[in-house]
T-cell receptor, first 110, second 114 residues
Framework: QKEVEQNSGPLSVPEGAIASLNCTYSDRGSQSFFWYRQYSGKSPELIMF??SNGDKEDGRFTAQLNKASQYVSLLIRDSQPSDSATYLCAVQGSNYQLIWGAGTKLIIKP | ETGVTQSPTHLIKTRGQQVTLRCSSQSGHNTVSWYQQALGQGPQFIFQ???????GRGNFPPRFSGLQFPNYSSELNVNALELDDSALYLCASSPQGATDEKLFFGSGTQLSVL
């Protein structure tokens, strides 16, 4: 059973601080890794994707991938109350299907 | 705002009934995937359609079936509804065939089975 694991949270972070979200996956053949943000009652919204080991930065967001450790993370700098949402990690395996984690609920406290 | 549209937005059915959910993919996208998201869980892959053919299926029973039309819009049909089918059903289209990368989701259909 291919799995993607995330801490369900909630993760509470003060406004302006760095929020760090983590995800581990079981399929070593996984090729692509995605972070989606989902507000309550809404559909997921793609915010980052990463294919290669290392860091990828986009504005306040940085995705980090370590294939040897089967670990992917998302850092959010200068956290804002509007960042409060559930963050879903999704991993595309060797069969091209996406396997999703259950999400981490992030709360940014003003 | 993506160009993926789903209908209806909300639906209430009773156990044993049948339901059809609809999805119009974003312009230029020829691949449509359907996901089921139960409360507090991540989306679960149901199946994917690429150029009108099923291209991968998740661990869902045959009473979950689908269709893709020449304009790449899609339907999800669920027969003999069960209480556990209550969930948010998400349709996603992607710009390249046969892969799931960079999915763009519709707003979803919230199905309640009573």
């Amino acid at each position: 059973q291919k799995e993607v694991e995330q801490n369900s949270g909630p993760l509470s972070v003060p406004e302006g601080a760095i929020a760090s979200l983590n995800c581990t996956y079981s399929d070593r053949g996984s090729q692509s890794f995605f972070w989606y943000r989902q507000y309550s009652g809404k559909s997921p919204e793609l915010i980052m994707f990463i294919y290669s080991n290392g860091d990828k930065e986009d504005g306040r967001f940085t995705a980090q991938l370590n294939k040897a450790s089967q670990y992917v993370s998302l850092l959010i700098r200068d956290s804002q109350p509007s960042d409060s949402a559930t963050y879903l990690c999704a991993v595309q395996g060797s069969n091209y299907q996406l396997i999703w984690g259950a999400g981490t609920k992030l709360i940014i406290k003003p | 705002e993506t160009g993926v549209t789903q209908s209806p937005t909300h639906l209430i059915k009773t156990r044993g009934q049948q339901v059809t959910l609809r999805c119009s993919s974003q312009s230029g996208h020829n691949t449509v995937s359907w996901y089921q998201q139960a409360l507090g869980q991540g989306p679960q892959f149901i199946f994917q359609y690429y150029r009108e053919e099923e291209n991968g299926r998740g661990n869902f029973p045959p009473r979950f079936s689908g269709l893709q039309f020449p304009n790449y819009s899609s339907e999800l049909n669920v027969n003999a509804l069960e209480l556990d089918d209550s969930a948010l059903y998400l349709c996603a289209s992607s710009p390249q065939g046969a892969t799931d990368e960079k999915l763009f989701f519709g707003s979803g259909t919230q199905l309640s089975v009573l």
